[in-house]
């Protein structure tokens, strides 16, 4: 017999989702007047009067259509984030755009919102912590973690336990096996002194493994990273991929994505669309929680810059992920998580046979593929000597300062570095 | 409020000799910000007909039909293969040989016109400004039709060939259009104006700037129905930042303008 009672979870679900404004309100100034809204002169008064607007919805009651004013803010912004190098742009747009991203998330959080609506609040947040300032104290941060919370707790039970791709890719070339020469071999030490390594490899500016020194990361212990805790941890939070075999290639772009659909698409199975990598991205800045699970080498006080001045990336993918011949400006740690990668390293004084790009943009990078080099064209690149490893889980690389390096992932792939000076 | 009167002044700082003397009826709450103009003298083998300003770079067409452009050119807006800026002006080697007649300058991109009535583009493409196929709004339209973000739709739809940033110019050819006869663009959208008085309009569509009736953007050059359907004969357009105006004329009497 039909009944008219709803099905208990759902009334669990309505119930839950109802609070999202009540908690999303508590996180804004308790009166319109406490919210202040003050720019440089650079920001039209114009643009602070829809900005004014825009405001006032959060503290008025609902009306039935969105209005535009969150859009105007956010796209205005945009465009300004989009004028000048990154460096130039003020810091007051990107403030701009921040606030347009919390008046966008806030105005979909309004009234009853359905588990979609909150996720698109959450990644309106991401794009305000992406790419705008900090505002308000963090409130972006502290408005992802309310609706992260909403959202788990009316999710259904998740089926993943895959840790292995479900789809059954084809082997290609980039899946092979490096057979590392002894001779070639990058050295290996376990936990070294602060000054065996300085004197052994940071002044000698010598690359080498270091061995045993992130055991302690709750990354290998208690929060052991797996694609399931990956999920649970930041799968609602979109991230920066690249997409395309290599950014030397005319068909490689970067996209925004959830990282569940990352690791649907890019890690565990394939859509046909090339190579997709979580790369170079400073991900504990946006996850906190992520941030928890790893430590900053103790090697890196050797450096001059403060700990706030270290720059930590993200490296995520799946096996065949490649990281072209290049250089980089710091002392890099690369700490190796989750599986293994193929590291072939040259010095900087072989850098006239690695024949580097003419460009501005790509100076830093060789014309050279590591792995299937044009003899033709890059006649003295054989000659060049090179060391060379595969990264374990646990394994930390010191890449000293613009040594040249070609990464190649072998198996699903996730590695953080550690840029220092 | 009374009007209130403003003096503009150029060259000096006060109203003296060179003062022009205006009444501006001031809203509350606004103001005239005003600088003196930098001078700044063009080189003098350049002939100067017409300049065209973006947000970050310059167009200047001279009296051979030659195109010059200068600034920054992060995005290819200044049609020389690169991204990299210029400070002064620079020859569009690309389109030597081919005398132009207009240019313009949008947010980030660049048009101009030939003396035949054939329309050229470069610079940016992330909305679909040049008419090019855009990969940003694939993804966009797709969002937009299933009402959330759905993913395997986007992968699947990111296959194709798609130009984010055109560094050379590059020819536009619409569908049953023989002859373009002005180009205007705007932040990061397009309008055209053919010989036979047809308004086409492409690019960032969010605030109705492409004048189709709704909020869509598009990477294709579609004709704005709205002036055929009604036997108006557009003349000339114009495009602001996020809008377009466009002077039509219906046959044969008086002129209207239209936003």
Not at chain 1, 104 to 133: F, N, Q, S, W
Not at chain 1, 248 to 255: G, L, V, Y
Not at chain 1, 341 to 351: A, D, G, H, Q, T
Request: aromatic share 10%.
């Amino acid at each position: 017999t039909k009944s008219d009672v709803t099905p208990p979870s759902s009334r669990f679900l309505k119930w839950r989702m109802a609070d999202v404004w009540r908690d999303v309100r508590s996180l804004l100034p308790a009166a319109e007047s406490d919210f202040p809204l003050e720019f440089g002169e650079d920001v039209d008064p114009g643009l602070v009067a829809v900005m004014a607007r825009a405001r006032r919805r959060l503290y008025v009651a609902a009306s039935p259509s969105r209005d535009p004013w969150a859009r105007v803010v956010l796209d205005f912004s945009w465009e300004k984030l989009n004028a000048g190098t990154w460096r130039d742009v003020g810091a007051e747009w990107r403030r701009v755009y921040a606030y347009g991203c919390l008046f966008e998330a806030g105005g979909l959080c309004r009234g009853d919102p359905t588990p979609a609506r909150v996720r698109e609040a959450i990644r309106a947040c991401d794009m305000g912590l992406l790419m705008g300032a900090p505002i308000m104290g963090d409130v972006l941060h502290r408005l992802v973690g309310v609706l992260r919370k909403k959202l788990d707790a009316c999710r259904p039970e998740q089926a993943h336990h895959t840790e292995e791709p479900r789809v059954k890719r084809p082997k290609k070339d980039s899946d092979r096996m490096p057979v590392i020469s002894e001779a070639k071999s990058v050295r290996r030490m376990r936990c070294p002194s602060l000054e065996r390594f300085r004197s052994e490899f940071l002044d000698t500016r010598e690359p080498v493994i270091l061995e045993g020194t992130t055991d302690h990361w709750p990354a290998f212990k208690d929060h052991e990273w797996s694609i399931d805790y990956l999920r649970t941890v930041a799968g609602c939070r979109t991230v920066p991929v690249e997409v395309g075999s290599r950014y030397t290639d005319e068909d490689w772009s970067q996209t925004l994505i959830t990282l569940n659909d990352f690791i649907d698409h890019y890690v565990l199975g394939e859509d046909g669309t090339g190579t997709g990598y979580l790369a170079q991205h400073q991900l504990f800045d946006q996850v906190p929680e992520l941030k928890e699970d790893i430590r900053i080498p103790d090697y890196c006080c050797l450096g001059e810059g403060a700990e706030d001045d270290i720059t930590i990336n993200a490296w995520f993918g799946p096996v065949g992920t490649v990281s072209p011949l290049h250089q980089d400006p710091q002392q890099n740690f690369l700490a190796q998580v989750v599986g293994r990668k193929f590291v072939r390293l040259y010095s900087p004084e072989e850098s006239k046979n690695l024949y580097p790009h003419q460009s501005e943009l790509l100076h830093n990078t060789s014309q050279v593929d590591v792995e299937d080099p044009d003899a033709e064209r890059f006649p003295d690149f054989l000659k060049a000597p090179y060391q060379e490893c595969v990264l374990q889980p646990g394994d930390v690389l010191f890449i000293p300062v613009k040594h040249w390096h070609y990464i190649r992932s072998l198996d699903l792939s996730f590695s953080v570095s550690f840029w220092w000076s | 409020s009374s009007p209130q009167t403003i003096c503009i002044g150029f060259g000096s700082g006060d109203c003296g000799g060179q003062g022009l003397s205006v009444s501006l009826p001031l809203v509350s709450e606004g103001y005239v910000a005003s600088k003196p103009p930098l001078f700044r003298s063009l080189a003098p083998h350049l002939r100067a007909v017409s300049l065209a300003l973006g947000t970050e770079h310059a167009l200047l067409l001279t009296a051979d039909g030659t195109i010059y452009t200068w600034g920054r050119g992060s995005h290819g807006q200044l049609g020389h293969g690169l991204l990299s800026p210029e400070e002064e002006p620079r020859a569009l080697e690309a389109l030597w040989g081919v005398p132009m007649s207009s240019v313009a300058a949008g947010g980030w991109h660049s048009a101009c016109i030939s003396a035949g009535g054939d329309l050229y583009v470069w610079g940016w493409n992330e909305s679909g400004q040049l008419g090019l196929p855009s990969r940003g709004l694939k993804k966009d339209l797709t969002r937009a039709a299933t009402g959330e973000l759905n993913a395997s739709k986007i992968f699947q739809s990111s296959h194709g060939v798609f130009i984010s940033i055109q560094a050379f110019p590059a020819l536009l050819d619409i569908p049953q259009v023989s002859e373009i006869c002005k180009v205007s663009c705007g932040s990061r959208h397009t309008a055209a104006v053919t010989g036979t008085g047809d308004l086409y309009t492409w690019g960032w569509g969010e605030y109705g700037q492409l004048g189709q009736g709704g909020t869509c953007s598009s990477d294709q050059a579609e004709r704005v129905d709205f002036f055929s359907s009604r036997g108006l004969h557009v003349e000339d357009v114009t495009c602001g930042q996020w809008n377009t105006f466009a002077f039509a004329r219906p046959e044969p009497s008086c002129k209207r303008i239209y936003t």
